[in-house]
């Protein structure tokens, strides 16, 4: 499958790619390819059935800025090192 990049995307269609993302536990990405099916005509989403659980998908993009901001502050602290530990014996 190929990949584009798309740039300047108007900020009505980003507000509802994150809502449908949001609200249906999809990736953006996942999101994004739904909405030009759909706005396409496509009827391939019909026919196959879309794996809403796939590696890691349904976490992305479900936080809030607060959660991951205490998410990121926790894991610091697991990134400190221990001087003594790494200190050679005298």
């Not at 990949?3 to 449908?20: A, M």
């Not at 249906?24 to 659980?53: D, P, Q, V, W």
């Amino acid at each position: 499958m190929k990949q584009i990049t798309i740039r300047n995307i108007p900020d009505e269609i980003e507000k509802i790619i994150l809502k449908e993302a949001k609200t249906k536990s999809l990736s953006l990405n996942k999101a994004f390819i739904l909405f030009l099916e759909k706005a396409a005509g496509s009827n391939r989403t019909k026919k196959k059935k879309i794996s809403l659980h796939h590696d890691l998908d349904h976490l992305s993009g479900v936080w809030s800025k607060k959660e991951a901001e205490s998410f990121n502050h926790n894991l610091e602290s697991q990134r400190t090192l221990d001087e003594d530990l790494w200190t050679t014996a005298k």
